[in-house]
């Protein structure tokens, strides 16, 4: 399998270059990048036969670049950033987890006085499989042409912003979700399948101006929960 990359400071992570933990025609290693500002402009790729495991810990994180933990053969990995302070990531900005037989799982989470910033495409896909899931937590969560995807061939998946559903789960609730009209968040089943479910929730105000769809499969199957 894929290796173990670790690389910490007290101040800027920066990678404008590649990290690589991939797996080949094993599973993929391990990434972690902690530092005071973690920012990816470059790649970084634990992906194999099954998707490796990404972790970022920071005040503040960046991303114009690609996190790949992708299953070629089987399912996606995991892609965990934790934040103190900001999350912001550019409409260049890849996450992806998609899983050949099932879809990985990307969690970008922050607390109480945080932010979320999002352009970028988080893809949770799966091509012959269900899809994976996606939480956005933070105090304040602006999508502007974002793209969220958990869908998936057999299901799709769970994409949550905000909070849980009904703001339950034991999820942290943010106060703000603003999605505009350029975002896109789908949980469809492709084929033969379940709908997903996609939450957007805040405690104080959710402004919605973009496209949700958590579809049935096209040759069978139920619509998803919104």
Known sequence: GGGKVTVTAGGLV???GKVLA???TAKGGNASLSGHAVMNVGTIDVGGAQGGTVNVNATNVMNSGQILATGEQGKGGSVAIVFANQYLDADSAV??????SEGGDIAITGGAGTSIYSSGTLDATSAIGVGGNITMLAGDI???AATLDASGMTGGGT???GGGWQGGEGLFEATTVYVNAFTTIDANAIGN???GS???WSTTK???AGNIQARGGANGGDGGKI
């Open 14 to 16: 920066e990678n404008a």
């Open 22 to 24: 991939q797996g080949g």
């Open 95 to 100: 996450v992806n987890v998609s899983g050949q």
């Open 142 to 144: 602006v999508l502007a």
């Open 159 to 161: 994409i949550r912003v």
């Open 193 to 195: 399948g379940h709908g």
């Open 198 to 200: 996609v939450v957007l």
């Open 206 to 208: 959710t402004t919605f």
